[in-house]
């Protein structure tokens, strides 16, 4: 279950990355805007779409929040950099939290109120039904705005509140005109962060992290309250679902004594048995972002290449790990945050949601291995920068909260990439001849292959043939 290799190297290998050189990854910056991309430090982007405009449903929704361009057409509206909130204050961190399946969500907001003195409660959004719409969860006093939330799939939501140096959980739920809670219990530790919802939906894990060892907790689901169910030498971070039964778990780590980090998987079925996951260079700091368990897709950061790169990889492959040119830009950071399921063995078809942040404010990347391309789109309106979910069709599906609209989701359909040509490996006419005449172009895959069948970057294929 191991990435075993960067480009360039072999199983194991020490060697720097070699970045992947790609036709056609960086947008053309064209002063007609047809084309998407970035402009000067401090600029808004230039969205791009598939021809499609960005589409909403919603509670009070009057109309869709943001708009994208056709290819070659006008400019979408401005990216937003965060949920709109009453009195226009910032989100509290933790932000929006998606159930595995995208059926529920939940976060914290405010009542209306002067700013500093603003009564924060726990709302849940039901987003499997024909609109969305949203339950607001408050209690007699309110919440702290360090607390985190996280949605069940039978609807309730997970609170962690901060009690001194105690981390105290309990499950909220509608009930009549108010909301009811069921306290599971507290943990005794001044620091504890919730991961992302098992994906079997019932389940909610916590990390406590110190300097030389991590505890891993399972606070929602369990049969006796929170429960320690993992220590884990060394100081972990992050978080990311391997499978789809919530066995696989993946973890970064520190070790004890120091050193890079590593990105490690704990088998929650074999008494949480802590194995190697990343291992690019001995050196690099290796971390996990995010993981499809139907294609075996994962999203990584290394330094291995000689900085941080965004790159991806394949779940038990050994071919190496790839940073493609497309995912680096300039004067932006780019983080995944949602990638299409149900492309089973096809890790290199799959539409991957990117977050990007800039002096702009935040906006829409979106990205497919096989396409080498990166499209960028504007947020609707009053985003939660990162919070979406793809449908198995390649339907972007992006909560957003404004002034016009208290609860709506946007969609976006994932745009096309341009099919490179057998005998050039460059895209077709499509692209308007805007390609460098510089850029070193990759070999063609005539159509997309499991990634254990694919050629190695660079290696010639003898039997691509027109229209295979």
């Known amino acids: 279950m191991t990435a075993c290799a960067i480009e360039g190297g072999s199983a194991g290998a020490a060697a720097t990355a070699e970045p992947e ?3 056609g990854t960086e947008p053309d910056l064209k002063e007609s805007g047809a084309e998407s991309g970035l402009k000067k430090s401090g600029a808004e982007p230039e969205p791009e779409g598939s021809g499609d405009p960005l589409k909403s449903t919603g509670a009070n929704a009057p109309g869709r929040p943001g708009s994208i361009a056709d290819e070659g057409g006008s400019p979408a509206s401005s990216a937003a950099a965060g949920p709109a909130t009453p009195g ?15 059926a529920y969500a939940a976060r914290l ?13 726990p709302e849940r959004w039901t987003l499997d039904g024909p609109e969305p719409y949203a339950v607001p969860l408050p209690l007699d006093q309110p919440e702290e705005p360090d607390s985190q939330v996280a949605p069940l799939a ?4 997970l609170i962690r509140r901060q009690v001194a140096d105690r981390q105290q959980f309990s ?7 108010g909301t009811g809670e069921l306290l599971l219990g507290a943990v005794e530790s001044a620091e504890m962060t919730l991961l992302p919802p098992s994906p079997d939906g019932r389940c909610v894990y916590a990390l406590s992290a110190g300097d030389h060892h991590s505890s891993l907790w399972l606070v929602a689901g369990g049969a006796f309250g929170p429960e320690e169910v993992a220590r884990i030498p060394g100081r972990c971070s992050g978080g990311a679902w391997l499978d789809r039964a919530g066995r696989l778990l993946a973890l970064d780590r520190r070790a004890p004594g120091g050193g890079p980090v590593k990105a490690v998987a704990v088998d929650l079925g074999r008494g949480a048995e802590v194995t190697p996951l990343l291992q690019i260079a001995p050196g690099s700091d290796d971390r996990l972002l995010l993981a499809d368990a139907d294609s075996g897709l994962l999203l990584i950061r290394s330094d ?13 492959s050994c071919l190496p790990v790839r940073f493609p040119e497309c995912l680096r830009l300039a004067d932006a ?4 945050f949602a990638v299409q399921p149900g492309q089973t063995l096809m890790p290199e078809s799959c539409a991957v949601a990117l977050r990007i942040d800039g002096a702009a404010g935040s906006w829409l990347g979106v990205w497919r291995p096989a396409g080498r391309r990166l499209h960028q789109f504007a947020a609707p309106l009053g985003w939660a920068p990162g919070a979406g979910y793809w449908s198995r069709d390649g339907v972007l599906r992006l909560p957003y909260t404004n002034g016009a609209t208290s609860c709506g989701v946007a969609m976006l359909n994932a745009p096309q990439d341009v099919e490179p040509s057998c005998e050039t490996g460059r895209p077709g006419d499509a692209e308007g001849g805007t390609q460098p005449s510089a850029a070193v172009s990759a070999p063609a895959v005539c159509k997309p292959v499991p990634l254990g069948q694919a050629p190695l970057h660079r290696a010639a294929r003898s039997d691509c043939r027109r229209g295979a």
Not at 88 to 101: E, I, M, S, V
Request: net charge negative.
């Open 21 to 23: 050189a790609e036709s």
């Open 333 to 336: 950071a780019v983080t995944p």
């Open 88 to 102: 226009g204050d910032a989100p509290p961190p933790g932000g929006f939290t998606l159930t595995a399946d995208g």
């Open 109 to 121: 907001t405010a009542a209306p109120g002067p700013p500093g003195e603003r009564a924060w409660y």
């Open 304 to 316: 291995a290449p000689g900085h941080d790169r965004l790159g991806w990889g394949v779940l038990g």
């Open 154 to 157: 039978d609807g309730r939501v």
């Open 171 to 177: 499950l909220l739920y509608p009930t009549g005109p």
